[in-house]
């Protein structure tokens, strides 16, 4: 037995290795322009536009002047198999089939169309049907006996184990090398080749489900990573890509499988990311929630401290959708403002209470609030006279983080709001990274990233119309908890705009900036007995 198998070894070489050379079997031999005879008809001015678009790669507008032929002449044979060649081309087999195999029972006698129709069969999967017809075409004379011939021997090899595995690995290594030379396209054809030659290839399709990511196609990579949890169940590390991807495509049911197949895994790593995603995605379902913010900083450019602090207690039932109520509580207040008859402000500083309203859609970042309370000022100004003044204010606010290769990131958040505590002024906030995570441990992390930060506003105060970029560090020493150092160079320039208070401080500034941000979200059920569960979904700039 090991000297059979042995000896068929180069035998089925030979053949993957001429399926590999010809892209497809009898590829080489095919010729998918009509025959000389059936190209035009001098009458036939349609169909020589199909032609002329067909000669000048326009393949599109060429099938939509075939498919006007046959509305108007449905038997008209010239642009039946311009269509099937079509067909062929953009590999749309079943409907290859159907038009050939039409064409074919009007004229069983053509080799050539039954040769056609075999490829596109044995292109579809329908392998015997295939057999049938090349056998047809073999057992007769013609110019095509021998490439029929050739074709059954590749149908012969298509039904070895052995033969399939040398040609998928061929077709993975060439898959490879085209996709380091930056071919990509060709790269994507070669994986689904090889999964064609061997389905059972669960890395071929993993690599194909992250190129779709790299394409911004999440569709396409939960398609890919769904059929490598087919084939392997117990691969832990693709069940959790697949429950970010469908985080990602807001399919919390498809999500929340996922994750609970990859918090079995023996890793710890897989298993501690997968509990962490389960307790984000459950955690959105708990009607009962608790939102904590806290962003002290210190900038050197004013030697100023500013304490900031949210917490946000909410209620959202399922009934209510994407509603939920909250009632919001803020503290501000910074080391240097000053009050008296010529205070010096350099940040805000009161403590508020305001019950509001926030709208989310189901899975998304985007939330829109509003809300009405009252603000108690910590320091008296010509702004805030008073011990206590009304606070309203509505913001639409959203976030996006994408991670790149080679651990490279982007995240975008930003706002616009009105603030009836300014002046009822409109307010934009956008702020950009992009960076790379330099060191990860599996328990803490460092990054570099560069920000870029825009803020405009309505009333033309000059310190809410600035651009800033720089250069920053992020340090965080426990990735199980939403808490970050960063540490942050920063050049600005002001918009030039001049409202109720001039600048003072010239057009352009620096600023070293230090900051400690946490972030948590806490959610319950109505059960009194059940402990709150902790989720970090939620992110603070």
Known sequence: MKRSRKSRAPAILAVACALLASGCAGGAKRSTPAEPGLARSPSASPMSRAYDLLNAGR???????LRDILREDPRNRQARLELAYLEVRAKRWKSAVVLLGDLLEADPADMRLRMELGYARQASGALAAAADDFAIVARGPSEFQDQAREALAVLAWQQSPEARAIASNALIDRGYGELGRGETAAARESFRDALR?????????KQLGYMSLADGDPAGAAKEFSKVRRLFPQDHRTALELGYVYDSLHDEAGAERSFEAAAASPDSEIREAAEAALRN????KDPYYVDVYAAPTHTTRFSDTILSLEVVAGYKPPRWGPLSAYLASRLTQDSRSRSGTRPDIYSDNLVSLAPGLRLQPKGYNLSLTAEWGLSVNLLRSQEHPHATQADGRVVLSDYHYWGGPVRTFVDLGGSLGHYDRYHGNII????????IEVWDNGVSQLSVYGP?????DRNRDFYNNLFEVGLGAEFQPATKVNLKARVERLFGRYAGVSGRDPNPYGPRYADW????????????????????RKARNAYLW
């Open 197 to 205: 030659a061997d389905p059972g290839r669960a890395e071929v399709a």
């Open 513 to 532: 900036r230090a900051t400690l941000l946490y972030s948590a979200h806490f959610s319950w059920e109505r059960q009194p007995s059940r402990k709150p």
């Open 428 to 435: 934009l906030d956008l702020q950009l990274r992009g960076g």
């Open 59 to 65: 393949a599109a507008e060429a099938e939509g002047v």
């Open 281 to 284: 995605i459950r955690g959105r």
């Open 452 to 456: 870029v930060k825009l803020l405009k």
